[in-house]
């Protein structure tokens, strides 16, 4: 037997394999979540919470694709956010390993980048605070005016 959808059935179904996490993840509950979503074979998954990754020295986020809340990594190993679009609260990478910022998109609050080897925002389209620059290669090689008409930030920018 054959079954015919729509694209917005199609569309619909591929959202719900997105797994959705609907509590707020600490260092010691990283390891945890990564086992679990490793035994479903790495999918897609968002979480709707914080994600306090404070000092914990992970090099990936994974198939991370959205958090709800803040997500602090300063002082991780990271050095590419990869698949995440994007981050409801502040997005804290100060002293962080972060090169790339992948495919994010927005961030909420204030998107703190100070002491880290950022040279681009990338895909970044709007931060709703301030956006953090200091000691970064990239505040070397640009201003205010030309990040402003790059970047939507509803707060200061400081280089």
Do not use: C, H
């Not at 086992?35 to 914080?50: A, C, H, M, S, V």
């Not at 914990?56 to 679009?85: A, D, H, P, R």
């Not at 030309?146 to 200061?156: H, L, S, T």
Request: cysteine-free; glycine content about 12%.
């Amino acid at each position: 037997m054959k079954y015919l959808i729509t694209e917005r059935q199609l569309k619909l179904i591929k959202e719900d394999n997105i797994r959705k996490i609907d509590f707020d993840i600490f260092n010691n509950d990283w390891a945890l979540l990564q086992k679990f979503l490793e035994r479903r074979g790495n999918p897609p998954y968002i979480i709707t919470g914080d994600l306090n990754l404070y000092g914990l020295k992970i090099e990936s986020l994974g198939n991370l694709q959205s958090v709800g809340g803040y997500l602090y990594l300063t002082g991780s190993n990271i050095e590419s956010l990869g698949n995440l679009q994007s981050v409801g609260g502040y997005l804290y990478l100060t002293g962080s390993n972060i090169e790339s910022l992948g495919n994010l998109q927005s961030v909420g609050g204030n998107l703190d980048l100070n002491s880290t080897k950022i040279e681009s925002l990338g895909n970044l389209q709007s931060v709703g605070g301030n956006l953090y620059l200091n000691r970064t290669p990239l505040s070397k090689i640009t201003t205010e005016k030309e990040i402003r008409n790059q970047v939507e930030v509803g707060g200061g920018i400081y280089l």
